[in-house]
């Protein structure tokens, strides 16, 4: 939602809010310690560093709903079935940071995740798609969401080691290679078009089974060999006659 420059603006504006907190925490400490009379908790720099903070947070927000708003009419307009992956997404943006007894790993690094995730604002996007779709009569379904990174779009192997990177995905099996957002999202794809010819029952992949998404209530043959378009930036898709 930010530009480059803008995000860096805002790293150093927040690093500097934290400065002049950190400094008059301690300028007030000292003067407690001297019996002197302390200054209000926040200076008018700090206020202004807050405004100027604020400013570029909701600019943030507004550009990602705007981006939700444009996506979610186009999915609920031109596709008459849409497809979202079942993630909790309350829990996934979750701390790591633990507790005292049992401290949390990677805690940046997870916290850096989540803010990424929030900024996506991805529960509003299915929100607004599934408002919008009745207006167009069309339906939106959620499939399970385990193994759609390690599962091969082509041959339906189950493997973690399939995730060569975080971006790039290799079967060990078949050596089909694309990037991890793609063959996810046509793996997505391809759970919605079983879950429509199911009649609505949950299909899912089984680690250890290596035979792809369980196919119940569907012909055999009727869904093909996996190949098909996803979108990776919103990690949904679209199924047109499935049904």
């Avoid at 603006?9 to 400065?19: A, Q, T, V």
């Avoid at 407690?32 to 400013?55: D, L, M, N, P, V």
């Avoid at 939700?68 to 307009?77: F, G, H, R, V, Y």
């Avoid at 207006?135 to 189950?158: I, M």
């Amino acid at each position: 939602p930010l530009s480059k420059g803008e995000r860096e603006r805002l790293r150093r504006l927040e690093k500097e809010w934290e400065r002049k907190k950190l400094a008059r925490i301690k300028e007030n400490a000292r003067l407690k310690s001297e019996g002197k009379e302390t200054h209000r908790y926040k200076s008018k720099k700090q206020e202004k560093t807050e405004r100027k903070i604020a400013s570029l947070r909701a600019r943030r927000r507004r550009r990602a709903h705007d981006f939700n708003e444009q996506i979610s009419n186009d999915l609920a307009k031109n596709h008459s079935r849409i497809v979202f992956e079942d993630l909790s997404l309350e829990k996934m943006t979750r701390s790591a940071r633990g507790t005292v007894d049992a401290p949390g790993k990677n805690v940046t690094q997870k916290a850096g995740m989540n803010r990424v995730m929030r900024e996506k604002a991805g529960a509003q996007l299915k929100l607004r798609t599934d408002q919008k779709v009745i207006r167009h009569g069309h339906l939106t379904f959620e499939v399970p969401a385990p193994y759609t990174s390690v599962t091969c779009c082509v041959c339906g192997h189950v493997d973690k080691q399939n995730r060569a990177s975080r971006d790039l995905f290799r079967c060990v099996k078949c050596g089909y290679e694309a990037h991890a957002d793609s063959n996810a999202a046509i793996n997505i794809r391809e759970r919605g078009i079983k879950l429509v010819l199911a009649g609505g029952t949950p299909v899912a992949a089984h680690q250890g089974t290596n035979l792809g998404p369980t196919l119940v209530g569907a012909e055999p043959g009727a869904v093909g060999a996996g190949q098909g378009c996803g979108n990776e930036e919103t990690g949904t898709s679209a199924v047109e006659g499935a049904a």
